[in-house]
């Protein structure tokens, strides 16, 4: 597509539940990347793809936190058991190479656990 | 995690005013980005800079990657309101170049 799409934009859960973020990024882009953004902060990375291959997921803040890219497109972002710690924005971006150079952020989604 | 230190943390100027923000980190950086971010969407590239002393411009915007390679610059020359925003730096070290890590955002706003 045109640019990087996520879904929902919105997401309101309730403590313990669990969530599903959808990005859909560049169409050919090779790396796809997750980043959260608490209110008043900077984006913080938490994982990053390269095709279907999840090279780094040192940000993850916990095992509650999981992402997959199967068929090198498409990726979600799970979190488990949410907490009220997870209300954030997240951001996908994806770029054409395997740096961060041409990074073209989504919109993000807006997460809310109450 | 590890965040840049950006400042002024806001601004508040009249327009046609020029506007000068800043970012160190304690660490080298091997890239310097410049976004900027509109309430409700993702960060949007405004320069990229990839050598130390570096100076590009971008209209009204001009950045410079410190000699240091441990600080940069932006600056807005005669500013307009379309200008409000948050204002990020963000970069690269050697440890991982491909993780960016970025500072805490300079709110910009403008007074017509």
């Known amino acids: 597509g045109a640019g990087v799409s996520q879904s929902p934009r919105y997401k309101v859960a309730k403590r313990g539940q669990d969530v599903a973020l959808r990005c859909d990024p560049i169409?050919?882009?090779?790396?796809l990347f997750w980043y959260q953004q608490a209110l008043g902060q900077g984006p913080e990375f938490l994982t990053y793809f390269q095709n279907e291959a999840q090279l780094d997921k040192s940000g993850l803040p916990s095992d509650r936190f999981f992402a997959e890219r199967p068929e090198g497109s498409v990726s979600t972002l799970k979190i488990q058991r949410t907490q009220q710690e997870d209300s954030a924005v997240y951001l996908c971006a994806s770029s054409p190479g395997g740096g961060p150079y041409g990074y073209t952020f989504g919109s993000g989604t807006r997460l809310t656990v109450v | 995690g590890q965040q840049l230190n950006q400042s002024p943390q806001s601004m508040f100027i009249q327009e046609g005013e020029d506007v000068s923000m800043n970012c160190t980190s304690s660490s080298i950086f091997n890239t310097w980005l410049w976004y900027k971010q509109d309430p409700g969407e993702g960060p949007v590239l405004l320069i990229a800079?990839?050598?130390a002393g570096e100076l590009t411009s971008n209209g009204r915007l001009t950045a410079q990657f410190g000699i240091t390679r441990k600080d940069s610059f932006l600056n807005i020359s005669a500013s307009i309101p379309s200008d409000v925003g948050i204002y990020f730096c963000?970069?690269?070290?050697?440890?991982?170049?491909?993780?960016?890590?970025w500072g805490l955002g300079t709110s910009l706003a403008v007074n017509p």
């Open positions: 169409s050919g882009h090779v790396s």
């Open positions: 800079l990839y050598k």
């Open positions: 963000a970069g690269t070290n050697a440890g991982n170049n491909r993780k960016l890590i």
